[in-house]
Each structure stands twice: as structure tokens, then as C-alpha cells.
């Protein structure tokens, strides 16, 4: 069976810079993968590709056997495809529900209100805290609690594949550890494949069963997460001695 | 008009409420316009000067459905139905205007910057400016007595006029609408992602360029039965009438809080109020005068403007 997102030979330019080059990668359902890189290695743009909000200059981008090249973004995420920015970008001067409304806004034609009310039940009982401040306006959440309501935005959508732009940064160890915690029960619990790129090397490799490191916009190394934290390689560039 | 008096005692207190519901009718006009720039903006942080003269539109139009071919319209619906019917067709023609505005003079210009788009936008002001004088001349153009319902009567005692209580009937149950559409449906909701982060709107499904069409229908669109309804009341159009509604528009929508739809509402009612009532009590000379030092006192000392507090930015 084809993987569910499967991209090859991917390059993308900003004018005369060249953000990706030549990336191969693919997502099977169901499946935890990350790709690994530090500031500036092309995680974000990889994903703004996937989710249509910059389209790349060469390569392809499948989705359950799909061409997404010529699909507008818009309508990506009626087809499975949930996306949490870089930054967490909640609706600051809206209510925690009203953000979690909008959520479902691209499948709202597509499944059974009931079905979508039942998810966010469950999205609601996986982040506790959300529930409490569901009427209080989303920018006066915490940074933890800004990034639990953006992956629970793109959750009520109930996408088969999830990307996730670094959702620790800028958050005390602890509240990353919750995080990661939360990513691993997400998908134990709703089945659904993510595509996480991080920075922080050491947690995302244990979460993932594969990885891909990127450097300056090529992948340099591919394997298992097992495989690769234990190469020396890597080990050296992300998961050095005094690393977090 | 004599020179200004201030405090004149001879008023009574009926003239209070004449002036209240005088300045209500001309708050409405400014409401309906201010809503135009105010979603606009809230979507496309882009003051559309256009919109001003898009109302003038909307009023030389409503003059040429109402007066032309012998007034065809009127004399096969009736008054109320032919004045109904024009509104109808004037609120589509000047949506349609303001959806070729955004296609010909921003869309183009969209990536080269936000002067690039004020002066584009002054641009079309003047050509819509010049196309109407083109079309109808120079002079003023006036209404005539048999195309405008002149049925006077007193309403809890104050005089108005059956045109005045339908204008605030249109334009209140107008506004309420489009308040229920942003504020209470799913559309509306996709509208206020849109306008406070468009990539991430994108990101949950939300098709941004109907949004933007929307905005550009729908502002122009009201802002045209305004111009209409102002044609009527007031009886003379004039090609530049734009101008100066277009300004007290854009004070109310400062006023109220620009990008917010209640405010826009709100600060075009408190407008017109203010400004009939320093007209009938002060001096009609100096309200303009007055009317912008309000808008620098609310730049001043409130820059969100009355409702326009709303704000939880936390990075
Ligand atoms: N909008 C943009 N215009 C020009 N260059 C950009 C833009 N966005 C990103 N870049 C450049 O593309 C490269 C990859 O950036 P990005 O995808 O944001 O990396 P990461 O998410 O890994 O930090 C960087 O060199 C960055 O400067
Ligand atoms: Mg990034």
C-alpha cells in the first residue's frame, strides 16, 4: 500500500534563497515520524509546502495517492490534513471554545455534527485545563496552554495525519514534557499518523519511530529513532553532552 | 446661515427630540458606510478610500433606476415596491462595483506594499469620483418630489416623516443582520479568523478569497442602499457627496473602533447625533469643526476607539 504522505524530490525557493533541497520523505498511517533540524534547516517551509501555503518549485507532494500540487490549501483540511503552526497562533481575542469551533470549520460539510461533537469531547477530556477555560479569551492562556488549545484546534478536525511545528519551543522543560506526553497519547488514543519537526532532538526521537535530520535544507541521515540516537553523528551535532 | 451662535436659548424641548431623530437618520447613513470600512479593514488592514464614493454610486444610481424612463419602476410597483426594488438592484450593482474595486485597483497590488495600496486606493476614489460626473455632470442632481414618500406624522409626540422611520427601520434591521451573520454564524466566524490571521485561517479550511469576496461585496453593497437612502432624504445628490460621507464614515469607524462591527455601528449613530445636535443647538457652521476635533480627541486619547478595547495579545 502507498505511504500517506509521500514527497519526493521536494525543492523550494524563497526568490534567490533555497530552502529545501531535494528532500524525499514519506508518512505511513498511523506512524509517529520527525524530522529533526536546527534553526533556519527548512522545517517550517517543509511543512508550509505539505499544507499548500508555499508551493514549491520542484518535486511532489502525495497524499493517500493524491497530487497535492495542484490542491488548494484551503481545502486540505477536509482531506485529512491538520496543520499547528510554528508559535502556536491561537485567536488571541477569541474564547478557548470559539478557537476550538473554528477547528472543525473544513470538515463541518464532511462528517456528522454528532461525530464532531464527540471528538470534542474527547479533545476536551485529553486537555482538561481547556475545558475549565473554555469561555476565557485564548491569549491569556499560558504559552502551555496556548500550544494544548492549537493541537486541540487541529484535533477536532479528526485528521488522519498531523504536522506539528515545533511545539515546545519556548516552553519550560516541564510543560515540554507534558507536551510530548500529550503527542505520544494523541496518537495512542486517535490512531492518526503525525509529522513532527522539532529541535529539541532527544524528546522527539523517543516519541518517533523514524527520523530525519535536515540540515540547510537536505536530509543528511534517515532511519529509526532507535538507530539514530544511537549514531554518533547525530549524536554529536543535536544530542551533545550539555543538550537539554 | 448667519454667524455662529452659541447657546441659543430659544429652542424648545420637542426640537431636542426632532434634532435626536434627525441626527439618528444621518447616524445611520454613516453607520452603514462606517461598517463598510470597518470590515475591510478588519480583513484586509486596508482603509478602502473608494468606499465613499461607492455610496455616491449607490445614490446616482438609485436616482437613475427611480427618475429614468419616465419613472417605469415606480409606476408598475408602486412607490414603496419601486423605491424596494431599486434598493435592490443598486445594493447589487454596488457590491458588484466593490468586487471589481478590489480585483482591478488592490489585488494587483497586494504584494508591493501598503502604500502602494493607499495610493491605489485614492486612485480609484477619484476615478469613481470622476466616472459619476462623467456619467450624471457636475451639477447637482435632484430627486423629484413624486419619487419621495412625503408622509409626515407625529410619533410619541415628536414629528418625523414615514421616509425617516423607514430609513432607521431599513438600517437598524440591515445592521442587526449583518451582525447576526458576523457575530453568530459559522461564516462569520471564518470572516473573524480571517481577519485576525489569515495563513492560519487557511490552515483550518477556511477559504480566505470568499471571505475577502464578502467584505467587498457587502460593505459596498450597504454602503450603496446608504447612498440611496441619503438621496432621498436629503433629495440633491452631488457627484463629490462621497467625499465628505466618506470622511464622516471614517471618523465613525475610528470612533467606534476600527475593525470592530458594533463599534462601526455604535460610532456612526453617536456621529450623527452629536454632530444634528451641535447643529441645532450651536451652530450648524461649526459642526464639521467639531466633528473632527472629536476624531483627533479619540486619536489621542482612545486610538481603538470605544468598543475597540478587545485586545489580549500575549506573545
Ligand atoms: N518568507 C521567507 N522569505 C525568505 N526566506 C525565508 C522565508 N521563510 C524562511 N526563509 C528562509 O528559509 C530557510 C528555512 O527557514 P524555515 O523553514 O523557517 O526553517 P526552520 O523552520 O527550520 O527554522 C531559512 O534560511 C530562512 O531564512
Ligand atoms: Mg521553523
Known sequence: MAPLLEIKDLCLDYGAVRALNSVSLKVEENEIVTVLGANGAGKTSLLKAISGLIRPSKGSIQFRGEDLSRIQAFSLAGRGIAHVPEGRRVFSTLSVQENLTLGRYGVRALRKKADLDNLEERVYALFPILKERRSQLAGTLSGGEQQMLAIGRALVSSPSLLLLDEPSLGLAPIIVQEIFSLIKKIHKEEKIAILLVEQNARKALKAASRAYILELGKIVVSGDSADLAQDPRVQAAYLGAKAC | ?315
Not at chain 2, 218 to 234: D, I, T
Not at chain 2, 236 to 256: E, P, Q, R
Not at chain 2, 266 to 281: F, P
Open chain 2, 1 to 315: 446661515m448667519s454667524r455662529p451662535v452659541f447657546f441659543d436659548k430659544g429652542k424648545k424641548v420637542s426640537t431636542f427630540f426632532e434634532q435626536l431623530v434627525n441626527g439618528l437618520t444621518v447616524g445611520s447613513f454613516y453607520a452603514l458606510v462606517a461598517l463598510g470600512y470597518s470590515m475591510v479593514y478588519g480583513v484586509m488592514k486596508l482603509i478602502n478610500f473608494a468606499h465613499g464614493d461607492l455610496f455616491a454610486l449607490g445614490a446616482y444610481l438609485g436616482y437613475s433606476l427611480l427618475t429614468g424612463a419616465t419613472g417605469k419602476i415606480t409606476a408598475s410597483m408602486g412607490l414603496w415596491g419601486g423605491i424596494g426594488f431599486t434598493a435592490l438592484l443598486v445594493a447589487l450593482s454596488v457590491a458588484l462595483a466593490g468586487v471589481l474595486v478590489e480585483r482591478i485597483a488592490y489585488r494587483p497590488v497586494y504584494p508591493s506594499g501598503r502604500l502602494s495600496l493607499v495610493v491605489s486606493a485614492l486612485g480609484m476614489a477619484i476615478f469613481i469620483q470622476n466616472a459619476i460626473m462623467a456619467i450624471w455632470g457636475s451639477r447637482p442632481r435632484a430627486f423629484p418630489a413624486s419619487v419621495v414618500p412625503s408622509l409626515r406624522f407625529s410619533l410619541f409626540g415628536i414629528p418625523v416623516t414615514l421616509l425617516q422611520v423607514t430609513i432607521l427601520g431599513i438600517s437598524f434591521a440591515l445592521m442587526l443582520i449583518i451582525w447576526l451573520i458576523v457575530e453568530k454564524s459559522n461564516f462569520g466566524a471564518a470572516v473573524r479568523a480571517s481577519a485576525l490571521d489569515r495563513e492560519t485561517a487557511t490552515l483550518l479550511g477556511i477559504d480566505v478569497r470568499k471571505v475577502i469576496f464578502f467584505v467587498f461585496a457587502l460593505g459596498p453593497g450597504l454602503g450603496g442602499v446608504a447612498g440611496l437612502m441619503n438621496g432621498l432624504y436629503y433629495r440633491a445628490i452631488s457627484f463629490n457627496m462621497g467625499w465628505n460621507y466618506g470622511l464622516k464614515a471614517f471618523t465613525a469607524t475610528i470612533l467606534g473602533g476600527i475593525g470592530n462591527i458594533p463599534g462601526a455601528m455604535l460610532g456612526g449613530l453617536i456621529l450623527g447625533v452629536v454632530e444634528s445636535l451641535l447643529a441645532g443647538y450651536v451652530s450648524g457652521a461649526w459642526k464639521d469643526v467639531f466633528v473632527f476635533i472629536l476624531l483627533i480627541a479619540v486619536l489621542i486619547f482612545r486610538p481603538t476607539g470605544l468598543l475597540g478595547e478587545k485586545t489580549a495579545e500575549k506573545v
